[in-house]
DNA sequence: GTAGAGATGGGACAAATGTCCCGTCTCTCG
DNA sequence: CGAGAGACGGGACATTTGTCCCATCTCTAC
């Protein structure tokens, strides 16, 4: 149940969690404290303890968009642009409450698997990136009430954790339109 | 202007694009032909020089859905599943019109790439990640009105070039609201 | 205990988007 | 030239989805 960046995807990230826990210190977040900001380089990469992170951006009214998010036992950092190219933050990472996280540099854990762990980074990045192509897939394929159904069915705790209007931002609908979609849910299972 | 898949990105394709240049056979594919279809393994690469294909999937409804475009001078295959992973296409890969394409087999362009060019797997997963990251948070972040109009002024010959219908199923609306949004923009220049 | 902040479900209405359909236009084929 | 196929723009209407709002509920701080 491993997540590197906000995608809930199964890759190995042993090597990569090895170092962070015998090199990494407790850092605790508060509620909306950010990891990095859109535009910044993120420098650090953790393994979150207890609590959860959000991945986000602002759309074009300035709101808050959820991407992804990153739960206890994940990984969390910008891999996407500040890990593989050392380039600003494209989302937010924000404290969705209060959280304890375990964190390394990047240049440490980078130093680290170029030596140990030659292959790393080629792995990761093929994982991730057909992990990001079948997201990308979703959202031209699927409707907002499939994702929420497939959402439901693979990650039940998830749904039951969140507040609704992460959850619905993270389907891309709104917190009214999920209320329906649960509503025509409970609703089709009572008849 | 490379393409690899159908992620318009600016990819250093080279290595790949020579050896296609150098060992591939020329074949031609009339409208509808199909280089892969969902649930084979993509045993081709190709370099396209007349015409255009399309990647498209299946929704819940049996609709096509276009997920993006290869175009003359781009690459065309399943890099993610096939070529990554020798793992059957999410995608089928449709010629738009007839279409010249040289072509060589997966797995000599492996072979030649782990040979010659150890590095190419790690760079073209990484900036592919890179790009199909940015694809999916633009599906998050932006309405397709605005996506409408980055296509248009990145790719103003595509939108000129290809029917309506694709062009809206890749923007993930109907033909009908396409038109909506572009009258609204003649309109607005009108004024 | 109590007041305030914030999350929640849902009603009423507005806006966005899809579906169906038609007349027109272009192109090809005979 | 004429007929049929297919792409196109757009009207009329239906459906989906968003916005605004409110009453309720829970939790925390004092």
Redesign the interface.
């Known amino acids: 149940m491993a997540r590197l960046?906000e995608f809930l995807t199964e890759i190995d990230l042993s090597a990569m969690k090895d170092y962070i826990a015998d090199n990494g210190i407790l850092k605790v977040y508060a509620k909306g404290d950010m990891i990095v900001r859109e535009g910044q380089v993120c420098r650090y990469l953790g393994i979150v303890k207890s609590g959860y992170f959000k991945y986000t951006?602002?759309?074009?009214n300035g709101n808050e968009?959820v991407?992804g998010f990153a739960f206890s036992g994940d990984i969390v950092t910008d891999y996407?642009?500040s890990f593989?190219?050392d380039q600003p933050a494209?989302?937010y990472i924000v404290a969705g409450c209060e959280a304890e996280v375990l964190i390394v540099s990047v240049d440490a854990v980078r130093r680290h698997l170029k030596e140990r762990h030659p292959h790393f980074?080629?792995e990761a990045?093929?994982r991730?990136?057909?992990e990001?192509?079948?997201?990308?897939?979703d959202?031209?394929?699927?409707?907002p009430s499939?994702r929420y159904h497939e959402l439901v069915t693979h990650n039940p705790d998830v749904t039951k954790k969140l507040p609704v209007n992460e959850v619905a931002s993270y389907l891309?609908i709104s917190r009214r339109h999920l209320n329906r979609i649960r509503k025509a849910e409970t609703d089709g299972r009572l008849q």
């Open positions: 960046n951006a602002l759309n074009s968009v991407t996407v642009r593989l190219f494209m989302v980074v080629t990045s093929s991730l990136l057909h990001a192509y079948r997201r990308y897939l959202c031209h394929v699927k409707s499939e891309g």
